[in-house]
């Protein structure tokens, strides 16, 4: 059974940086894509970014050239480096992978003070 892991997360300042972990486990083939999605209280699950198994990797508007998401395919394990961070950014963020079908983590907080 696929599960993903989440790490990282938690209450920061405006301009700081975090930094997200998701590992997946019961793999038995290549993952497609592995991303992370957030959803912000009120409002819908939306994409902040994604990394296809050949390294391609995908952003939302809001979050380009402040965020960097990362694969370890060794470790079955992607990566969201975070920095400058701002108070919109505050939200629950998941993990995602596809892999023989879709499948999401737990879920971590992210929140930003102003």
């Known amino acids: 059974q696929v599960q993903l892991v989440q790490s990282g997360g938690g209450l920061v300042q405006a301009g700081g940086s975090l930094r997200l972990s998701c590992a997946a486990s019961?793999?038995?083939?290549?993952?497609?894509?592995m991303g992370w999605y957030r959803q912000a209280p009120g409002k819908q699950r939306e994409l902040v970014a994604t990394v296809t198994s050949g390294g391609s990797s995908n952003y939302a508007d809001s979050v380009k050239g402040r965020f960097t998401i990362t694969r370890d395919d060794a470790k079955n394990t992607v990566y969201l480096q975070m920095n400058n961070l701002k108070p919109e950014d505050t939200a629950v963020y998941y993990c995602y992978a596809w892999v023989a079908g879709h499948y999401w983590g737990q879920g971590t907080q992210v929140t930003v003070s102003s």
């Open positions: 019961g793999i038995r083939f290549s993952i497609n894509v």
